[in-house]
């Protein structure tokens, strides 16, 4: 079992920058792929980074973005800069049990947070 806790979401303007957090217990952090999935208002949920021995990005967060970990920390970071509106959504850290190359697809992911709102004005 793998626990997972978010932070770091808010308020931003157009052109800022967020960190979010998610930070794991429960299991061998190194041996675990994590990703970053967000959900708009009546959009369905989207891959948007993952990190196990690579990282991936969404096309359109690339260069805006970087996805991190610290495993000392059981910590994942998502760097976001230059955020846009569009860049709205509920953010979610997920845990993928494999290590393998890191998935985009959410039904590989075995264990979620609870999400952060992510605000972006323009």
């Known amino acids: 079992q793998v626990q997972l806790v978010e932070s770091g979401g808010g308020l931003v303007q157009a052109g800022g920058s967020l960190r979010l957090s998610c930070t794991a217990s429960?299991?061998?952090?190194?041996?675990?792929?994590m990703g970053w999935f967000r959900q708009a208002p009546g959009k369905e949920r989207e891959f948007v980074a993952a990190?196990?021995?690579?990282?991936r990005l969404l096309d359109s967060v690339k260069g805006r973005f970087t996805i991190s970990r610290d495993n000392a920390k059981n910590t994942v970071y998502l760097q976001m800069n230059s955020l846009k509106p569009e860049d709205t959504a509920v953010y979610y850290c997920?845990?993928?049990?494999?290590?393998?190359?890191?998935?985009?697809?959410?039904?590989?992911?075995?264990?979620w947070g609870q999400g952060t709102q992510v605000t972006v004005s323009s």
């Open positions: 997920a845990a993928d049990r494999s290590f393998g190359a890191p998935s985009r697809s959410e039904y590989d992911y075995d264990y």
């Open positions: 429960g299991r061998t952090f190194s041996t675990i792929a």
């Open positions: 990190i196990s021995y690579i990282t």
